[in-house]
């Protein structure tokens, strides 16, 4: 997997699920109609439709309003689902910050 790749996806896997979440939550406090999340994914309308229906019907989507017929879609951040999600990637981050840091520390002199 290409480093460019978000922590989310480099440890869940880059599925068309994980992507939308992965999306998402990198933009929390913002919403989205359905075909705005499909073409920043470069996703194709087949495959998202495929998963999106099984992230909102488990939580980790929600409805965030409405504009006319349009529904505009956000990640649910009390989903406990995401809450998990976000927990593990942060320990991880965590654990990549504390390598790192040990990689800089000085060699004792001898």
């Known amino acids: 997997m290409p480093e460019s790749s978000s ?11 994980m992507k939308i979440i992965d999306y998402l939550m990198d933009f929390p406090r913002n919403d989205f109609t359905q075909k705005e999340i499909i073409e920043a994914l ?5 495959t998202f439709y495929k998963y999106f229906d099984n992230l909102v019907d488990f939580g980790m989507i929600k409805v965030n309003r409405k ?7 956000a990640i649910n951040t009390d989903s406990p689902i995401v809450k ?3 927990k593990n990637v942060d320990y991880i981050s965590e654990k990549i ?3 790192e840091e040990q990689k800089l520390k000085p060699i004792p002199a001898k």
């Open 97 to 99: 910050a504390e390598l």
């Open 42 to 46: 470069g996703m194709s309308k087949t």
């Open 84 to 86: 998990n999600i976000k």
């Open 7 to 17: 922590l989310l996806l480099r440890a869940y896997g880059s599925s068309p699920q």
């Open 67 to 73: 504009i006319a017929n349009a529904k505009l879609y």
